[in-house]
């Protein structure tokens, strides 16, 4: 007999675990910038207070995993590439982004197949994002 895992059925935001993952995972993912030297430069972008990217990032990620749309109703359209303006986000920047984004979703236990498709997801987000060579 095959143990079954739980089937991609319906969004990604339910496959994920619903808000206590996302939650979870973005947790992890700014505890990962603060502490890792590899993401130095990820972390030098962002100011001293994480706290709301934190939770800005949260209402984010729900809605773009299909869940609850958070994010919008308090902000109206996410302009994520506008809004990362004021940033500067090369290859570095973007790829230390994807490599902690990768991480953490190791971390959290976020299921094999849904963490590929959402590095690949979050690679097309993060490179649109650039704003500068280098
Ligand atoms: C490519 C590299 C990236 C860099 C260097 C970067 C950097 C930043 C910084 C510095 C902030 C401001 C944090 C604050 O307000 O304290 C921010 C906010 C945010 N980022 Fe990124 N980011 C990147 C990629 C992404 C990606 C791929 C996503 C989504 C999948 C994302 C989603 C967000 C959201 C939702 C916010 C909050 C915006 C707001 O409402 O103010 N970022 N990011």
């Given at each position: ?5 739980k ?10 675990g619903?808000?206590e ?12 910038m ?17 706290a ?44 230390q ?14 299921p ?23």
């Amino acid at each position: 007999m095959q143990i079954q895992e739980k089937p991609p059925a319906g969004t990604p935001f339910e496959w994920i675990g619903g808000e206590e993952k996302v939650r979870a995972l973005v947790e992890r993912f700014y505890d990962l910038m603060d502490l890792e030297p590899a993401y130095a430069v990820l972390r030098g972008v962002h100011g001293t207070e994480l706290a709301k990217a934190r939770q800005h990032l949260f209402w984010f990620l729900c809605g773009w995993l299909g869940g609850p749309q958070h994010y919008t109703e308090k902000f109206g359209h996410p302009r994520l590439r506008m809004r990362h303006m004021p940033f500067k986000i090369g290859i570095k920047e973007r790829d230390q982004w994807l490599a902690c984004m990768d991480q953490a979703m190791a971390e959290t236990g976020v299921p094999e197949d849904l963490r590929a498709r959402l590095k690949e997801s979050f690679f097309g987000t993060a490179d649109w994002m650039r704003n500068t060579h280098g």
